[in-house]
């Protein structure tokens, strides 16, 4: 099965990549949010399979929860989690949706 959403999450702070972070994927709509996968990062910080092999138009959330990454470091961090909405058209093949990491702040980009 290969996966339509995919991510990465690096750990700017350590320059590493971020092991063990837990993400969900759920698609949202009026009726509320839908789970459509969990995984967790690899020791790369990657996450190569998470919910269907195709998505449908609409939007949808990544969350990450990195309050536990951190917490393995013996670290605080001011974001708990962080989730990420975006929308699709349903005609692209593969989303990849990274993740650059600090205690006190995070960025996001559509990647490739």
């Known amino acids: 099965m290969s996966s339509t959403v995919t991510t990465h999450v690096l750990d700017t702070a350590r320059g590493q990549p971020a092991a063990g972070v837990t993400v969900l ?16 990062t690899d020791a790369d910080g990657r ?23 951190f917490v393995r470091l ?17 005609e692209a093949p593969h989303y990849h949706v990274p993740l650059l990491l600090s205690p006190f702040g995070y960025t996001t980009y559509r990647g490739s």
Request: aromatic share 10%; net charge negative; glycine share 8%.
């Open 74 to 90: 013996d670290r605080s961090a001011f974001f708990p989690e962080v989730a990420v909405t975006f929308t699709v058209d349903g």
């Open 47 to 69: 996450v190569r399979d998470i919910g269907p092999e195709r998505l449908a138009a609409g939007t949808y959330r990544l969350v990450f929860a990195v309050a536990d990454y």
């Open 25 to 40: 994927l759920e698609k949202l709509s009026d009726a509320g949010q839908e789970e459509l996968g969990r995984a967790s």
